[in-house]
């Protein structure tokens, strides 16, 4: 069974950084060559796309985070982080990272807030 498992939210102020990080655990699963997406939602709205990484390392970000956000994968540690700089308060959500391998996995979300 694969579980995916985000951590590195919290609280910051407005132009501050932040460094997320999506595990993988589960029998041989490994994050290496699986497209993997960082999606974030705040209540009340639909779940929305902010960047995603192919299996062959292509990236791609929604506008509102295009040059302030990148997305990486960590092939010793397992994992695909989103490193966010310059944080607006809209960027203020729950951060989910999501795997597509055979099926779509989720994690359970990692809570960013942004202070003005």
């Known amino acids: 069974q694969v579980q995916l498992v985000e951590s590195g939210g919290g609280l910051v102020q407005a132009g501050g950084s932040l460094r997320l990080s999506c595990a993988a655990s589960?029998?041989?699963?490994?994050?290496?060559?699986?497209?993997v997406g960082w999606y974030r939602q705040v209540p009340g709205k639909q779940r929305e796309l902010v960047a995603t990484?192919?299996?062959?390392?292509?990236?791609n970000y929604a506008d509102s985070v295009q040059g302030r956000f990148t997305i990486s994968r960590d092939i010793a540690k397992n994992t695909v982080n989103l490193q966010m700089n310059s944080l607006k308060p809209e960027d203020t959500a729950v951060y989910y990272c999501?795997?597509?391998?055979?099926?779509?996995?989720w994690g359970q979300g990692t809570q960013v807030t942004v202070s003005s």
């Open positions: 999501k795997v597509s391998a055979g099926a779509d996995y």
């Open positions: 589960g029998r041989n699963f490994s994050l290496r060559a699986k497209a």
């Open positions: 990484i192919t299996g062959g390392g292509y990236t």
